[in-house]
């Protein structure tokens, strides 16, 4: 009898995931099987925040060599598709302060135009206002602030990395 129960509740949660829609995140299966290597190009840097565009790049590099769907090529030219974009906007914002009114936190936002397309120039997903943020403690010290402000900027790149990758592999 206990076994009966048993059965019945794994059923019954089976067809509740099944319901609901629930299914394993995509790995890319849309995309042309062909493609097996991926070129990240360097991003373009229009603001005036040094390094950020190689820690984004950085992240990419690491989102695609995660997955294991494509290999990552060293240039472009042995790329059956590359990914390549611009940091378009990054801005800060205080978004908390003291009891004095001096800031103790700022948010930082940062927006991507982000293409992912194949070696014959056809473009397989793009994102042209690709955004995201990050909040970090600021201080009475520049050096403290300037270096939570680079994790922050790190963290940021590293989310918008993982945001743009998901988003390529299930077309959306």
């Not at 042309?32 to 590099?61: C, G, H, M």
């Not at 943020?133 to 990395?161: C, H, M, T, W």
Request: with cysteine; hydrophobic share 35%; charged share 25%.
């Amino acid at each position: 009898m206990t076994n009966k129960i048993y059965l019945f509740i794994a059923v019954c949660i089976s067809l509740t995931c099944a319901c609901c829609g629930y299914h394993f995140s995509p790995g890319g299966e849309d995309i042309d099987p062909s493609i097996q290597s991926i070129y990240v190009d360097k991003f373009l840097n229009s603001t005036s925040e040094a390094y950020v565009e190689t820690f984004l790049r950085n992240s990419l590099i690491e989102q695609f060599r995660r997955s294991k769907r494509f290999s990552i090529s060293k240039n472009e030219k042995e790329a059956d598709a590359l990914v390549s974009g611009a940091i378009t906007t990054i801005q800060t914002f205080h978004v908390s302060y003291s009891e004095t009114n001096i800031a103790k936190e700022d948010e930082i936002y940062m927006a991507l135009d982000i293409r992912f397309y194949t070696d014959e120039g056809r473009t397989i997903w793009r994102n042209q206002n690709l955004t995201g943020k990050e909040v970090y403690i600021i201080g009475n010290d520049p050096a403290f602030s300037q270096r939570n402000k680079e994790r922050a900027l790190r963290k940021l790149s590293e989310d918008l990395a993982e945001k743009a990758y998901r988003n390529m592999m299930s077309g959306f």
